[in-house]
């Protein structure tokens, strides 16, 4: 078959540089989920720990969701698989088995015809998502590996989450709570409201005002707090459990501060190397530099040792989980030299830097790292905080009482009036709870301050930058050579 014309194209962010062609594999259900081989792409809907034995033999990768720090963008990078995120109803719109360029550094994804097909480049679509005044950030309920529902009850753990998501603002003193809409067992917030928000917070970052290596500690202090342990052993004290209550919603509200705040600063990122390396280094290289100091070996949680997680071990294997609960070996001999390429490509920036700017460059990724190993913790850390403190129908009425709330209170009748009346009357509860951390996490930890160009306020609110596609690899076979060596 003769590789030729697109005759559909999808925009996504490339997030793991390289160039693929390969068939389409659609992960939408559990069953769909068996070992791909490498002239295959996988496709999911969303990144979730059981993709993992799709994941380790594919050629490629594509996510409906998500940027440069969705899982299984964190996840390619350190497999050295080309990926690109955010190709919006890519699941729905592409054929099974249908041909696909992946091209991980531009995050263009194309579906191809065979040579003599009447369609050719002038018919060929790009799928764009419109704006919308609604963002949807969060998805409630209990999903399978292949991310369907299996249950979309609104409970109280799901209440806090929206509730420290909501009161960012507030608990930051940047305004108001952000406007909340749930459609579904989607939660979503206005949109211009969310970026405002993210901007300031990134400004502050960019400034190490708000600093994102303080942030991490404290995310990493509250979840090894000794209060998780005791309320674990023996049936605690009211005190204690409030005092938990308090602690997993300020964990929750680092979690959403890293998440929301992650993707735009990558984004700054990206366009100060943009800005320094356009007259002396090409397109495809400046791509390949941008993904190579990005890559973070260990970082990923479905790589790492965990309960009930894949971890490496020392004869190059993960060990962990099937979909059933099944134990299952999978083998792992063939991750690229992470640190190696990482290494490589700070030092490609520092040739090309001078050196006021490669200490910019390796601030934010510093930054950077800091925030994804925060959000990383959520489906881990975070998980068994939730289980410690919610898990047990003795704990979780105490602290519903402790709340002033009852179980009937938190009842879920699927009415979404009385899902949002539930998460405002969390914030209202734990108001104030939050506060005080906001000086703590503003300190500035030494870090070399961006550019002035780089805050927000003194910029265009359009964050894109235009890309342009590497050379494509024969059917199977990725390309990923550095264009920079």
């Given at each position: 078959m003769s590789v030729n014309q697109p005759v559909r194209v999808w925009h996504g962010r490339g997030a793991s540089f390289g160039s693929v062609v390969g068939r389409a594999r659609l992960v939408a259900t559990d069953t769909d989920i068996t070992a791909a081989s490498p002239d295959e792409v996988v496709i999911s809907r969303h990144a979730t720990q059981g993709l993992l034995p799709a994941l380790l033999g594919a050629g490629g990768v594509v996510c409906q969701t998500g940027g440069l720090f969705n899982h299984l963008a964190i996840l390619a990078r350190e497999l050295g698989k080309p990926c690109v995120t955010g190709c919006s109803n890519i699941l729905d719109e592409v054929e099974p088995g249908c041909l696909l360029r992946v091209d991980g550094s531009s995050g263009v994804v194309e579906a191809l015809a065979p040579s003599g097909d009447a369609t050719g480049p002038s018919q060929a679509r790009a799928h764009q998502p419109d704006p919308a005044t609604m963002v949807p950030l969060l998805q409630f309920g209990r999903f399978t590996a292949a991310f369907q529902p299996v249950d979309v009850t609104f409970g109280f753990e799901a209440a806090l989450r929206t509730a420290a998501l909501v009161s960012l603002p507030t608990a930051f003193d940047l305004g108001d709570p952000l406007e909340l809409a749930v459609t579904g067992n989607r939660i979503l917030v206005g949109r211009l409201a969310l970026e405002e928000l993210v901007n300031l917070l990134v400004d502050e970052m960019a400034a190490t005002t708000l600093s994102p290596a303080a942030i991490r500690r404290?995310?990493?202090?509250?979840?090894?707090?000794?209060?998780?342990?005791?309320?674990?052993?023996?049936?605690?004290?009211?005190?204690?459990?409030?005092?938990?209550?308090?602690?997993?919603?300020?964990?929750?509200?680092?979690?959403?501060?890293a998440g929301i705040a992650k993707e735009p600063l990558a984004k700054r990122y990206e366009e100060f190397l943009e800005s320094r390396l356009s007259s002396i280094v090409a397109v495809p290289g400046r791509r390949e530099l941008f993904l190579g100091s990005l890559i973070t070996p260990g970082l990923s949680y479905i790589l790492r040792a965990g309960s009930g997680m894949p971890a490496a071990d020392h004869a190059g294997s993960a060990v962990g989980r099937t979909g059933n609960g099944a134990k299952k070996t999978w083998d792992t001999s063939k991750l690229i030299d992470g640190d190696g390429e990482h290494r490589a490509a700070m030092s490609r920036l520092r040739e090309h830097l001078n050196e006021k700017d490669f200490r910019h460059a390796d601030s934010y990724v510093t930054s950077l790292t800091d925030l994804a190993?925060?959000?990383?913790?959520?489906?881990?850390?975070?998980?068994?905080?939730?289980?410690?403190?919610?898990?047990?129908?003795?704990?979780?009425?105490?602290?519903?009482?402790?709340?002033?709330?009852?179980?009937?209170?938190?009842?879920?009748?699927?009415?979404?009036?009385?899902?949002?009346?539930?998460?405002?009357?969390?914030?209202?509860?734990?108001?104030?709870?939050?506060?005080?951390?906001?000086?703590?996490?503003?300190q500035a930890e030494g870090l070399l301050p961006m550019p002035a160009s780089h805050l927000w306020h003194t910029r265009p609110r359009s964050l894109g930058i235009a890309h342009t596609a590497s050379p494509a690899g024969k059917e199977g076979q990725c390309t990923r050579t550095p264009t920079w060596w």
């Open positions: 404290r995310h990493e202090r509250g979840c090894a707090w000794e209060g998780w342990d005791s309320i674990a052993r023996q049936a605690a004290p009211l005190a204690l459990l409030v005092a938990a209550a308090q602690e997993y919603f300020l964990l929750n509200q680092l979690t959403w501060v190993t925060v959000t990383e913790g959520k489906n881990t850390v975070l998980s068994r905080c939730s289980q410690v403190l919610l898990g047990d129908d003795r704990n979780h009425a105490a602290v519903l009482g402790a709340m002033g709330l009852s179980a009937a209170d938190v009842a879920d009748d699927g009415d979404p009036e009385r899902r949002k009346r539930l998460v405002h009357t969390v914030v209202d509860r734990l108001s104030g709870v939050f506060r005080p951390l906001s000086g703590e996490l503003r």
